[in-house]
């Protein structure tokens, strides 16, 4: 599948630039000149990867980033700031934000795909390594804790490791919301852990400590 990255900067002449180089790599490309758009489109574009400017009118690319951060479909979405701001206090701003990835105008071209692949591969190691450690934990429950779970609670923790919302837990398993959040609770009092981000790292733990056994 094409990895799909937003382009965000209000001079459309670097725009059609940037993506007339990323297109050839196999990436689709979606581009606008003001952040307002992207912030409305991001459900609609689906972006795997956000490369932004900073200075820009209305919302700049600091704003930008902090409501991207802000919202939990989009908080983990990777963020290139690409501007002619250089300076390192504006750089350690760019990082606490929480972007990835930060590269100066003007900027080589090969350096910027480097960038975007070396991001896509660090995801992409991730996700293995998590799905990997689910998996060991669906094959094997040897902690008492997680051996006392009910069929449809150790279903529950396995969506909520993988990161999926009470929504979507209720779609998947064609149950209610409210039934959902009943089973939470029930797993992070049976857990003794205080939330979903908590009961995770245990659900976690206990996959690699069932691998450092083995």
Same mark, same amino acid.
């Given at each position: 599948?094409?990895?799909?990255?937003? *382009? #965000?900067?209000? @001079? =459309?002449?670097?725009? +059609?630039?940037?993506?007339?180089? !990323? /297109?050839?790599?196999?990436?689709?490309?979606?581009?606008?000149?003001?952040?307002?758009?992207?912030?409305?489109?991001?459900?609609?574009?689906?972006?795997? *990867? #956000?490369?932004? @400017? =900073?200075?820009?009118? +209305?919302?700049?690319?600091?704003? !930008? /980033?902090?409501?991207?951060?802000?919202?939990?479909?989009?908080?983990?979405?990777?963020?290139?700031?690409?501007?002619?701001?250089?300076?390192?206090?504006?750089? #350690?701003?760019?990082?606490?934000?929480?972007? +990835?990835?930060?590269?100066?105008?003007?900027?080589?071209?090969?350096?910027?795909?480097?960038?975007?692949?070396?991001?896509?591969?660090?995801?992409?190691?991730?996700?293995?390594?998590?799905?990997?450690? #689910?998996?060991?934990?669906?094959?094997?429950?040897?902690?008492?804790?997680?051996?006392?779970?009910?069929?449809?609670?150790?279903?529950?923790?396995?969506?909520?490791?993988?990161?999926?919302?009470?929504?979507?837990?209720?779609?998947?398993?064609?149950?209610?919301?409210?039934?959902?959040?009943?089973?939470?609770?029930?797993?992070?009092?049976?857990?003794?852990?205080?939330?979903?981000?908590?009961?995770?790292?245990?659900?976690?733990?206990?996959?690699?400590?069932?691998?450092?056994?083995?």
């Amino acid at each position: 599948m094409k990895k799909i990255i937003l *382009l #965000i900067d209000d @001079d =459309i002449d670097l725009l +059609n630039s940037m993506a007339s180089y !990323l /297109i050839p790599e196999g990436f689709t490309i979606h581009i606008t000149t003001n952040a307002c758009n992207a912030l409305e489109n991001l459900t609609i574009i689906r972006p795997n *990867l #956000i490369i932004t @400017d =900073i200075m820009m009118p +209305n919302i700049d690319g600091y704003e !930008l /980033i902090k409501r991207i951060r802000s919202k939990k479909n989009w908080y983990q979405t990777p963020v290139i700031f690409l501007t002619a701001k250089g300076m390192t206090q504006d750089r #350690i701003l760019g990082y606490n934000l929480g972007c +990835n990835a930060y590269l100066a105008k003007p900027f080589y071209p090969e350096e910027l795909i480097a960038i975007i692949n070396n991001i896509f591969k660090q995801l992409e190691s991730h996700k293995q390594n998590i799905n990997h450690n #689910i998996q060991k934990i669906q094959n094997k429950k040897q902690d008492p804790i997680f051996n006392s779970l009910t069929p449809t609670e150790y279903k529950v923790l396995i969506l909520v490791s993988k990161g999926y919302t009470n929504k979507e837990i209720a779609n998947k398993l064609k149950s209610s919301i409210r039934n959902i959040e009943k089973y939470v609770s029930r797993l992070l009092n049976k857990t003794k852990t205080r939330n979903r981000t908590e009961l995770t790292k245990l659900t976690l733990l206990n996959s690699l400590n069932k691998l450092k056994g083995e």
